[in-house]
Nanobody, 128 residues
Framework: EVQLVESGGGLVQAGGSLRLSCAAS????????IGWFRQAPGKEREGVSS????????YYRDSVKGRVTISSDNAKNTVYLEVNSLKPEDTAVYYC?????????????????????WGQGTQVTVSS
């Protein structure tokens, strides 16, 4: 059974940090890119960051560059998203997703349509 399980969300004050985890199982982890997406209340889901499992390349959306780091622990089949200097506008449900590397139009694509497996999400709330 394919599973992506996010954890690490919570309530944090502005300026704080969180490290989100995405634990994957049930598929060949190395054959997939992992992306982090988020959906704020009343807004569409957007891609935040992604990591290519083939070459380790990463991508960050402009609004989080310098504040977010994506990393991967191969031994644990887990991808992390560390978010620093949190802002109230970072409040959202954060999802991780896995997309077959061969199907992505770039190794770190954040096109939702190219992602096959999705986790249930973890809530991040940033208070001002």
């Amino acid at each position: 059974e394919v599973q992506l399980v996010e954890s690490g969300g919570g309530l944090v004050q502005a300026g704080g940090s969180l490290r989100l985890s995405c634990a994957a199982s049930g598929f060949t982890f190395d054959d997939y890119a992992i992306g982090w997406f988020r959906q704020a209340p009343g807004k569409e889901r957007e891609g935040v960051s992604s990591i290519s499992r083939s070459d380790g390349s990463t991508y960050y959306r402009d609004s989080v560059k310098g504040r977010v780091t994506i990393s991967s622990d191969n031994a644990k089949n887990t991808v992390y998203l560390e978010v620093n200097s949190l802002k109230p506008e970072d409040t959202a449900v954060y999802y991780c997703a896995a997309g077959p590397a061969d199907d992505l139009h770039t190794p770190t694509s954040l096109d939702e349509k190219e992602y096959t497996y999705w986790g249930q999400g973890t809530q991040v709330t940033v208070s001002s």
